[in-house]
Structure formats: structure tokens, C-alpha cells
């Protein structure tokens, strides 16, 4: 509906005020955001594209590169375009303006995706000032920087991580409403913190905020598949891995349409894909996809990357459970001190492993290759949208 009637706008005002006018091209930059929003980004690329190609210089061309730079599915090169973009923006705009500071926020966010969780940490307390001072604590802009806040909080493995995004969901509700995109973003990443600690209780707030999410954005909306996609990882969780397997299926085959089957987000549904596999045929059967999943997560996002080096370890792990070997034993070895060095030895995955690699369970005194690593496997599945990628940032007019 938005993208028709913006249409609508664009012919109008390319006829009343001509196409060189500011109101034309601030219709050009919204069509082009309304066509991403209804989940069409090569079209909304080749918009912004165009609206690059025509104001090679100015507010309108910064708008439209920054806009591209956010469309980016390989998260490290968004973060370093935006980055490129930054002292621009900030010399046009001013570095208090919303278009300076949002652009900050999607460098965060882009590392954050892109597994830098130090980099991204160490700039969120000063992007926070600055949001708080600019807006107030309870703008939607700095409510979205929250619940980034509460997802790198996530990411990094600390225990303050649910309060957060607990607080941030529950003020996004009073504020913008329970159907307000960002609102559902914060649900989603509210879940993601409780999902293993408290499985039933984030597969109940997934159930609620899909419900939610439907009825106001639609079965096609981006956020919506997120939703699905970690709802199943939940029900996984909680014992009934067959449910969650077409679900995966259907979401991976939507995906490899829009993004292409090496995309990030496609890569990360294929891996829990691989695991429900595993927890319905035994872990060898979902060797095979681990192997080929890592090979194709070294080229695109690189072997540092925290959703690489889980396949790496879900690979260690399975071929530990299967021949029981030293040379098994030592590769898991090997990716403990790699976890160490990325996550820190108090992160739960690196403490798993440990216990994986101990060959003991602290509750049951059961064997490593047991209890060990299937708790290490559901630590490991990839939630999508702790960084953001359901929802957007919103251009800025002129």
C-alpha cells in the first residue's frame, strides 16, 4: 500500500514541481525504502542506484549510498562502506543530526553481524550518550539502540543481557505500541536472551510476537521469517526437532530465492537445519552438511567469524562423538582455545566445550559425547536478528 501510494507521489510531483525538485527526490528515496521494506532488495538497490548515479553529489546521493551500504548482505563490507560514508554525512548533516547518528548505529549493528562483538561493544556506551542526549531515552531511535545494546550484550555472553533486553522490549511496548516493528525486534531479541536458560518461556513470547507480526507486517515481511525461523529453533529445544525441520526447509528455499543459497542468512538457516538433522538421524548424518556449510561460511563471512567457527566446533564436536579418537579429541582441543580467544572462557559455548572436551557432565556424570554435546549443539544454533536485519533504519528527509 505505502509503496504504491509513494509511486503515486513520485509521478505527481515529477509532473508539478519537475525531477530535479527536492520533493521529487525525497519521493525517490522513500519509494526505493518502501520497496526494500515489502522485502524486494535487488529492485530497492537498483533504486538507490540510480538515485546515486544521478546526484553524484549532495544529500540526496549520500542518502542513496548510505541506504545501499545497509542493503549490503556481507556485513564486515556494510560496516566498512558506511564507515567510508561517515565523514560525509557528518560534514553535510552535522555529527548530532539523526542521519550522522543512525549511520553510527548501523556500524555497530554491521559489526555486531559481522562477529565483531569487541568493536562493537567498545563504541556502543558513547553512541548511547550520544543518542540519549540528542533524543531522549524513549525516542523509537534510541530504543533501537537498546535492544542493539541488549543483543551484543547476548553475544558476548553476559549474564545482564536478559534484564536488558527485557527493559528495553517492555519500554518498547509502552512507548511505540506491542505491533510497531521495532517493538517486535526487541521481542525477538528478548526471546533470543531467554531462549536457553527459559526455552518454553521464549517459545511462548516467539508465538505471541509471530502472531503479532503477521497481522501487521504479513507472511512475506523479512521479520516475520526471522520469527518462524527462531520460533523453530525453539520448539527444537524443547524436543520435537522433526516440527522444526520443515520449517528450516521452507525458510532456506525462500531465502536462497531472495538473497541466494551463500547468503548469510541463508547459510545460518542451513546450519539449523543441519542440527535438527542431527537431533533426528544422530549427529553423523549431519556431518556431511556441517562440512559444507563451514567450507561455504570461510568464504563469506571468514574463519573468525563466531557462526563459522560454531560449525567448525559442531564439525570437532560430531567427529569426537563418532570415533572417539585422540586426533578427534585434540581438534576440539584446538577450537576451545579459539573460543577462548574470540569469546572468553566464562562465554557458555566455551565453558560446554570445556565440559565436552572434560568428557564429564556436572549434573549427570555422564559421558562428554553424550549430554556435553548436545547441550554444546543447542547453544550453538544460530538465532537470526540479535544484531538487527528484521527491521530498518529509516532514511532521513533532506
Known amino acids: 500500500m505505502a509503496r ?13 514541481v519537475g525531477p530535479g525538485h527536492a520533493l521529487t527526490h525525497l519521493a525517490e528515496l522513500r519509494l526505493a525504502h518502501w520497496t526494500a521494506r515489502c522485502g524486494d532488495r535487488q529492485a530497492a538497490l537498483r533504486l538507490y542506484r540510480e538515485i546515486s548515479d544521478r546526484q553524484a553529489n549532495g544529500r540526496t546521493a549520500l542518502l542513496a549510498r548510505l541506504a545501499r551500504a545497509r542493503l549490503d ?7 566498512t562502506r558506511i564507515r567510508s560514508l561517515l565523514p560525509d554525512l557528518e560534514r553535510e548533516f552535522g555529527e548530532r543530526h539523526p542521519v550522522a547518528l543512525t549511520a553510527r548505529h548501523s556500524i555497530v549493528r554491521a559489526d555486531l553481524n559481522a562477529g565483531r562483538i569487541v568493536e562493537a561493544q567498545r563504541a556502543l556506551p558513547e553512541l548511547r550518550d550520544a543518542f540519549a542526549e540528542a533524543f531522549g531515552d524513549e525516542h523509537a531511535l534510541t530504543l533501537r539502540l537498546r535492544t542493539t545494546e541488549a543483543g551484543c550484550a547476548y553475544a558476548g555472553g553476559r549474564d545482564e543481557a536478559r534484564s536488558m533486553a527485557a527493559t528495553a522490549h517492555a519500554d518498547a511496548i509502552r512507548v511505540l505500541g506491542p505491533d510497531h516493528p521495532l517493538t517486535l525486534h526487541a521481542g525477538n531479541v528478548h526471546a533470543i536472551t531467554l531462549a ?12 505471541t510476537l509471530l502472531r503479532t507480526a503477521t497481522q501487521s507486517l504479513g507472511d512475506a515481511h523479512p521479520l516475520v521469517l526471522t520469527l518462524h525461523h527462531n520460533l523453530a529453533i525453539a520448539r527444537q529445544h524443547l524436543g520435537d526437532p522433526a516440527a522444526a525441520r520443515p520449517v528450516f526447509e521452507r525458510i532456506l528455499h525462500t531465502q536462497s530465492d531472495a538473497l541466494g543459497p551463500d547468503a548469510p542468512d541463508s547459510l545460518r538457516t542451513e546450519l539449523n537445519l543441519a542440527l535438527a538433522i542431527s537431533e533426528t538421524d544422530g549427529i553423523e548424518a549431519g556431518l556431511p552438511s556441517f562440512r559444507r556449510i563451514h567450507r561455504m561460511q570461510e568464504r563469506v563471512l571468514g574463519p573468525a567469524h563466531p557462526e563459522t567457527v560454531s560449525s567448525r ?52 556424570g555422564a559421558r562428554g559425547d553424550d549430554a556435553s554435546s548436545w ?3 543447542r547453544l550453538l544454533s544460530a538465532f537470526s536478528g540479535a544484531g538487527g536485519g ?9
Open 4 to 16: 504504491a501510494k509513494t509511486e503515486e507521489i513520485l509521478r505527481a510531483c515529477i509532473a508539478v
Open 73 to 79: 548482505t556481507d556485513a564486515a563490507e556494510s560496516a
Open 196 to 207: 536457553i536458560a527459559e526455552p518454553q518461556t521464549a517459545q511462548e513470547l516467539w508465538t
Open 313 to 364: 566446533v559442531l564439525i570437532a564436536v560430531g567427529d569426537y562423538v563418532v570415533d572417539g579418537t585422540q586426533a578427534g579429541r585434540a581438534r576440539l582441543a584446538d577450537e576451545l582455545r579459539t573460543l577462548e580467544e574470540l569469546l572468553g572462557a566464562e562465554h557458555p559455548v566455551t565453558r560446554q566445550v570445556q565440559q565436552a572436551l572434560d568428557g564429564t557432565d556436572a549434573e549427570r
Open 375 to 377: 547441550r554444546l549443539s
Open 390 to 398: 528484521g527491521e530498518e533504519e529509516e532514511e532521513e528527509e533532506e
